[in-house]
């Protein structure tokens, strides 16, 4: 017999949970799940109870065929994103995948650290709820897409702007007031950059912010943190989380007011191997940036979905989900046992 025919063949790649933020909902986000799977449902349904009679608005909000307007305000996306984020993720730790490490993008990243055991589920929720409290005091504003690096998007930027987060080597976001934010958008478009604007209706990642956090401090609770017990990726520091870090409640309440470096720190985690990337959130918005980088456009990572792009028909999100798993074992994940 060969001996080179026993070897054993190379390790499955490092599974990797990523949760997407603000820009990310949409209508019926996750929908299909909600009454066929049992942990989602219960997650969805506390999140609610938690919200108090806020939660009755979001639930509706969010289960209408057509949002209601402020579906894209703080007040609705942020708590949503959140409650899904967190509900997909457990749904599929509970069937029994074991992710080596856990990514978010902006408010993804709070979802992240609880399922990382850095603060429950339920203060979570509630520093949501207190969270959105204090930023509905934000200036109106935004957040402009842009297809170009940062380097290049820097000799055009004019006061008031700065660049919110870093996407992909081609891709940012730009956060600021409305009036300077549409400045912005003309220049750019003078320039024949080619931009649009994000589902946002404050300049989140921008300076602005910390003075909104600063003047209205003492109404953001301080509940327990916890050093994570999954690795954890911070999209604000671009690499591990520390424990001290984790557990510093200066470091999560500065966040709205930190630029998001995803791509950079995306890029970081995938130099470190190949890794399954498995965006367990609403829509393909970070696993679309994850085909961008050069990593996974080589081949040596992977990324994948687990949900439509949209909202779509009423088995579309079941149906998505069971491909995802049938893709996941393909690459050498224990069989899932989901509950529905």
Excluded at 12 to 35: D, E, I, K, N, W
Excluded at 74 to 96: R, W
Excluded at 171 to 196: K, N
Excluded at 252 to 270: F, H, I, K, M
Aim: proline share 9%.
């Amino acid at each position: 017999m060969d001996a080179s025919n026993s070897r054993p063949g190379p390790p499955p790649p490092r599974v990797v949970l990523t949760f997407p933020g603000q820009g990310a909902q949409h209508a019926r986000m996750a929908a299909g799940l909600y009454g066929v799977s049992k942990s989602f449902t219960s997650m969805m349904d506390h999140a609610f109870d938690v919200f108090g009679p806020a939660g009755r608005t979001l639930r509706e909000g969010w289960l209408a065929a057509t949002p209601p307007e402020t579906f894209d305000d703080i007040s609705y996306a942020q708590p949503l994103l959140y409650a899904v984020n967190c509900a997909m993720g457990t749904m599929l730790t509970e069937a029994g995948l074991r992710p080596h490490v856990l990514l978010g993008h902006s408010v993804g990243e709070l979802a992240a650290a609880t399922l990382a055991g850095v603060f429950s589920f339920d203060n979570g929720l509630r520093y949501l709820s207190e969270y959105t409290g204090v930023y509905r005091h934000a200036p109106r504003g935004g957040m402009l897409a842009v297809a170009a690096s940062p380097k290049e998007v820097e000799s055009h930027l004019v006061p008031g702007v700065v660049i919110g987060a870093v996407n992909a080597p081609r891709q940012v976001l730009l956060s600021a007031a409305e009036e300077a934010l549409a400045s912005m958008e003309a220049a750019l478009r003078g320039a024949g950059i080619t931009c649009a604007r994000a589902r946002a209706l404050q300049p989140f990642h921008h300076p602005v912010m910390r003075d909104v956090v600063t003047a209205h401090a003492g109404l953001l609770a301080r509940p327990p943190l916890h050093a994570p017990h999954t690795t954890l990726y911070s999209a604000y520091t671009g690499q591990e989380l520390p424990d001290d870090l984790a557990t510093d409640w200066q470091f999560w309440t500065g966040q709205p007011a930190e630029p998001v470096l995803y791509g950079p720190t995306l890029e970081r985690l995938l130099s470190g191997g190949p890794h399954l990337l498995v965006e367990a959130g609403p829509g393909q918005s970070l696993t679309a940036l994850a085909r961008r980088m050069p990593a996974v456009a080589r081949g040596d990572s992977t990324a994948l979905a687990l949900l439509p792009a949209r909202a779509g028909e009423p088995d579309a999100d079941i149906n998505a989900v069971h491909n995802a798993l049938k893709q996941l074992a393909s690459y050498g994940c224990d069989p899932l046992s989901l509950d529905f």
